[in-house]
């Protein structure tokens, strides 16, 4: 027996390869003309991010019969085992190839945002992010 379930690694294959072919045609393209010829197609929705909200925002905006364009700044990891083993996620945002070293004020007072561990002078509280098809979440 089949399942039409719509699973997890299902869904990243098709976002990959959704991907990977809207890419093609603008990869090595920089003028703005090149991208603008893109953007007669239509959508129903667009969602920015991949995550724990905007992924099964569009698989159901989709499997609904609504025509959806998710876009994804990260690339796609879900091969690699820093990726698929759950013991490694601590380590995605220290991955040169997925880490995206986001700085941040916690507090107004700058002698507060000092007294953090977390503090780099001249930065500020490093906030760890990881940028992958599926978002960081």
Not at 21 to 33: D, K, M, Q
Not at 49 to 72: D, I
Not at 80 to 107: C, G, I, L, N
Not at 109 to 129: E, F, M, T
Request: net charge neutral; charged share 20%.
């Amino acid at each position: 027996m089949t399942s039409s379930r719509f699973n997890r690694r299902s869904f990243f294959t098709a976002i990959a390869s959704v991907a990977s072919t809207a890419a093609c045609g603008v990869v090595g393209r920089s003028s703005s003309s090149t991208l603008s010829d893109k953007s007669s197609a239509e959508y129903d929705y667009i969602i920015v991010g991949s995550g724990a909200g905007g992924g099964p925002l569009a698989v159901n905006l989709a499997k609904a019969g609504f025509k959806v364009l998710l876009l994804e700044a990260g690339t796609d990891q879900g091969l690699r085992d820093v990726y698929k083993v759950p013991a490694f996620h601590t380590q995605s945002t220290e991955d040169s190839e997925m880490a995206w070293d986001y700085y941040v004020d916690h507090f107004v007072k700058a002698a507060d945002n000092q007294a953090d561990s977390k503090y780099v002078a001249g930065q500020g509280i490093l906030y760890p992010r990881a940028g992958t098809v599926g978002g960081c979440t």
